[in-house]
């Protein structure tokens, strides 16, 4: 009940069913060397468990630390970047300006806002490994297509792209220099967000530590049913199943929170962020006629509960 | 005597009654098995339970720790919202200059300002997911309320707005290129408050860890009375009640401050804060006459205690 | 030795003498039942007190970290303060510029330093609750008195006026369009310390929080006597006492740390950060003649040694 | 399995082998002692060796905290001289602006982001102590290289040719007085980033804390084999090596990622990513000619998977 | 073997030598009553310093953290403040620019330059409590000492003249207005730097907090020799030295940590720091000639490597 409704504990449990399953394996083989062999001379003190037990919270909650940072921080430039998509777009529709409002500069205008749109699902496409121009065809020209075969990094390309407009734009006096200075700041905070982003998705988690806390955890299940047989008797199976359970748990979590962009259902929802800015910067372009929903973003909440 | 007098305890203890009722009528069950039937083997070593309660404590401190966070930024960003939105108003009514003073400037001016403070009251009642032109309808004229028709998130389009009026003073004159900029950034830092706020709005707490530490929970108060019962006797249920209500509620306030919009009386309050930049943009306008209250805000602390 | 020589360990002590003395004649009561009624039976293992203290301990860190914060984030808006100050005089005294020299724009400098002074103090008292206006008479003319009197909140109702003189001196052409942006930005800058400020002191600590670990502590100290009567007899009332107060002295402590504007002698120390700006900008002015200490501010230290 | 599948585990404990060798030496002597010559006096409770654990475990959680900080920092700081580098490149190519687009101001821009890819190399090789000249040669002209000569610290000089260019390029009209500023601004955040890089290099992690770490786990592996004899009897040998090569991975890891500027596999990968900003800015030339990769940078995850 | 070669654990030692040699003595003493005098009643189970010991733990994890915090910060400050030199010089040389290159812009170049090492040098003395004017002698000329003799505090001075020279060259157009803004954004810079120190300076760590830990501390080693002498009899003296000079240590550690800027070798090396500006910044007047040495600073790493 303290959870939202939806969530599906099947779902969370799916992810560490083998691993459940080996120590319900192991526990049961202890129970019966015990119970059977009469093999009692294996019961070790708690104390030993316990240390290792302490130990181990410690470990994971550095480490649960980390990797919740990481999360949070592709969570919150991702964000970055809703904020600056939508202020480049404001920056443009009202910065941009032509004697007689010229057919050309409206056209300006749409094509930049687009490939801003364009650049948020190239960049998401990108981080996750995917293919970084299919999603973006419709919102960009052939001239554009063409220029982003020739880049790596498609959306380092697309930025460039902004700012050799922004110095047509400036030459044909369409935005004056002071406007296109505070223009190229946004470009360079979109540079900044888009950097993070990719520092996220190269750097990988110390895989000391992985390795470190993965074995402790090993030893501790290891040891756990000695440490409580003597004590639980038959009830130690589910005991040592439900509290292996829990911390392999929350490695596992760690583990998915540590690399926000694998293309997994608990990363960073790159996609439907775009597609609110897709939204967002189309009404501003009084283009996009979505039907008047007073709610906040009902469908969007139920897409990314798992996190 | 610890606490601001008017917390009302019973407040904080309803949230968990039908926990700590559940947990006392099992407390009260093991007892009467404990006594009654002889079951005494039940008993089982305290370091079991002393071992699970260290590790719920690591776990509880590590979600209170980013609960608390994301509930500390909900109110740092409309801290920063009080601070851009007394900065616009400034700006606005000291840039802004016309030659003659004209009428239609001072009518800017103040439209202007009430938009912000429509910005405002909009934001708050969108991300708790009610009405966003609810409470606005006098702040602005009809024209700008069939321009947000056709948005589906308010703010962005009161922003743009803005934007719009900004790019229409600077055509006008009566704010030169370098103000323009600089009014702009202030929209700048406004979006991004904005889109900081949607952004804990729509991000779910890991729900790993939630139900991780909930399971936990339950595990510790399962086996707590079996830990304590051959040393504590009838004073067993008092003991089991009061630790595990010190758990629960240690966990139900991470609930609910991980999600400071929805509505409830533990929200980062953003109705009262949107009343204060009311107040004080309004005086700021010459319009607004409060009597001269010197002590800060009395009824303001009275209403949001329980935070 | 480990401390400055002259923090009064009875004025620390004092805070929690009721407390102190209630846990000691609950330790003597305890004292006496066992060892006078021989009521022994009440012993208890020492792992009970043992695993409450350990999960208290780990509260405490969690309170006194954030309480901490707070604190520290106060006095790092305070030294923003100090900075902006100083930054404001600079940029007054070299920006402003006339043909002559004019005698008006030297007054316009030294009223305009003379405020930013005003304001320092005005923030300190509106922030402890007193009188905003008390102090800063000397510094302000009556016009501007009576300007403040429509504000409820007297600091933004100063800040108003800066960017209105700001206003003024661009028209007079005192300053040129860039020089007012950036003082404008310096004027930007304080109202987000002021209003940070402002947000600490408006936003109770988690009343929750607060609760739970006080009924833990109860709770742990209710326990303590019976977990080491056994072992220590008649030094475990020292020894309860010295423990209890341990705990007690640093919940206090997070207690008033994490209110740090409330007229205590823990508070920020205000007043004495705007004597100093007081000082600097004054000398900035040429106007006031402290004989030349080269120590650093030996006075100062004194006054706010407890934190 | 919750590894990538490419670390070498024998490299991991490839750098605790002779420590490792040392401990199994101990336990097998404590060993032998306690069965061939039943000295098995020397057992102590496992109480000892847990508290010292625990303890142990807060430390090094404090240590390991600091040392990923500083880790982590320094990858923020290189992913903020990438982003910066995109910034210049672009900020170059779309700011300098001649009448004819002459050829002197092409070779302008080539040489200017190519002095910056240079300022990268030379930053990485002068961060790990090695020539900071060496990897530069072919991406500046001889009068560039005379210059860094009367230098100690290249990367200042190099910037401080960017500044020199900037004022040539403001001279001869090329850029506006606004692009000389912006441009210098992404200077003045190089600059910074530079700064961050040399304190990291140059601040020793507190060599007390250190030393204490150490000497507290020198204490807990000496305690533990008689903490553990008598539970485990022969299993002690591969228990003790077990714990103590947790601590000892941990803490070695610690030491490695306190100092990411050492040349050593762990390091922050500073060539690669100067590479990735050399293919990067080198494309927005248009002068390198990549094959179309779409997948993001295989090689680059290939060389630095250690961290 | 994992601390840097030359750090002399003599040293180390050295500052907790006095309460080592106490805790020693106490220890022998109880020594010699548990044996002689056969008064093993005193004996108490090992439990009561394990909590102690876990309590203490916590409580220096959280003490040690903030004095890390402190340490650190004000080192990214003084960080700071090298990047803002060297930025302020390259700005100073790049941007100023007479019709003729005269002798008298050249001159103004290498006295502003001198006057921000002198900035340096001037803040890092009066931080320390010393005099302020002593080094920087020959850096400034007469009119600046007698201007400096007026002041209290000589850095704002130094700032303040720096405010006036920029105001100078800009009435004498040999830097445009935007470029005055620029050079202001760094004197502002460096003022938060200054500030920032000064807070570091004048703050005193909470005072409460280090009386509880040290009186935690005190009663947790008075404790520990009856805990463990059952167990270890005559190896009890050094067992209990050992871990109390671990806290000790830690305790020392945090309290040298804390305050940076005392005159203490373990201080933030602002002369050092200090000396390094001065040689980058003489270095691009193109004045000092340093040898060529590649090796980045080896005398530095010498002078504080204790830190």
Redesign the interface.
């Known amino acids: 009940m ?3 409704k939806n ?1 599906p ?1 099947k779902y ?1 449990f799916g992810k560490i069913k083998v691993e459940v399953l080996l120590v319900l394996l192991y526990a049961l083989l202890v129970e019966v060397m015990y119970i059977n062999i009469h093999f009692t001379r294996i019961s ?12 181990l ?3 994971l ?2 480490r ?3 990797a ?1 940072d990481r ?1 949070w921080e592709a ?2 430039l991702w ?2 970047i ?2 600056d998509s ?2 480049l777009a ?2 443009i ?3 941009v ?1 032509t004697p007689y409002n010229s057919v050309e500069a409206l056209y300006f205008k749409e094509m930049f806002v687009k490939r801003q749109i364009a650049w948020c699902y190239s960049l998401g496409q ?2 996750r ?1 995917l ?2 121009v299919q999603e973006v065809e419709s919102l960009l020209h052939s001239g554009q297509l063409d220029y982003l ?5 498609k959306p ?2 697309l ?2 792209l902004h ?2 407009d ?2 047509r734009a400036y ?1 044909a006096g369409w935005i ?7 223009l ?5 905070r979109l ?2 967000s ?3 982003c ?2 996220i ?4 988690f ?7 806390t ?3 955890l090993i ?1 501790f299940i290891s040891l756990l049913p000695f440490g ?1 047989i003597d ?2 008797g038959m009830m130690m199976v589910p005991l040592v199943v ?2 292996a ?2 911390f392999l ?5 760690a ?1 998915h ?1 540590q690399d926000p962009f694998e293309n997994k259902p ?1 990363d960073t929802p790159v996609t439907t962020i775009a597609q609110t800015i897709d ?2 910067l189309k ?2 372009l ?1 283009e996009y ?2 039907p ?6 009902p469908q ?2 139920a897409k ?4």
Do not use: C
Not at 201 to 204: A, D, I, L
Not at 206 to 212: C, D, G, I, V
């Open positions: 303290l959870l939202k969530i504990i969370v070790i003190p708690i104390a030993v468990p316990t240390m290792l037990g302490t130990i919270s410690l470990l909650a550095f649960s630390n980390q919740y999360w969570r919150t964000g970055a809703v904020n939508r202020t404001r920056q529709l009202n910065f300006d990108s981080l490994g293919n970084p075969e020739e880049f790596t990094n380092v390309a930025l460039e700012g050799e922004l110095h030459k004056n220099k002071h406007q296109q200075i505070e190229d700041r946004t470009l360079t540079t900044n888009m950097g993070g990719e520092r998705k190269n750097t990988v110390p895989a000391t530590y992985s390795l470190y993965h074995l402790a030893l409580v004590v639980f439900a509290i359970s829990s748990l929350i490695e596992k979590m583990i929170l608990t939204r967002d009404q501003m009084r006629q979505e008047k929903i007073l709610s906040p973003k969007t909440a990314f509960y798992i996190l």
